[in-house]
């Protein structure tokens, strides 16, 4: 049973590694336009959470930028999320 879980171990632990490997690799290489498309399928114009990771390469800055150009406030991190979660949006009041 022993040698059974150590053959298991040496299968999955790499699989996983790589699986991680070739999703950042594929993130690296993405475009900008790319990022643009991640960002419209998370905009909503009555507010929105966007996940900055998804929308690579454009920045914290960017997307912040991007919603204030179409009439959005950044809020902060969604509700129920500190650091890394995603960035929360909200109508902007004044415009």
């Given amino acids: 049973m022993e040698a059974v879980l150590t053959v ?3 299968a999955v ?3 996983i590694a790589l699986y991680g ?3 950042r690799y594929r993130l690296r290489r993405r475009s900008l336009r790319a990022g643009l498309a991640a960002f419209e399928e998370q ?3 009555s507010g929105c959470a966007v996940d900055v990771a998804s929308c690579y390469p ?3 800055h960017m997307v912040k930028e991007l919603a204030a150009s179409r009439g959005l406030r ?3 991190r969604a509700p129920g999320h500190r650091r890394l979660g995603p960035m929360g949006f909200a109508p902007d ?3």
Wanted: glycine residues 14%; neutral net charge.
């Fill in 8 to 10: 298991l171990g040496f």
């Fill in 13 to 15: 632990l790499p699989a």
């Fill in 21 to 23: 490997y070739i999703d």
């Fill in 43 to 45: 905009y909503r114009p």
């Fill in 58 to 60: 454009l920045s914290e």
């Fill in 74 to 76: 950044y809020t902060g």
């Fill in 93 to 95: 009041r004044a415009g």
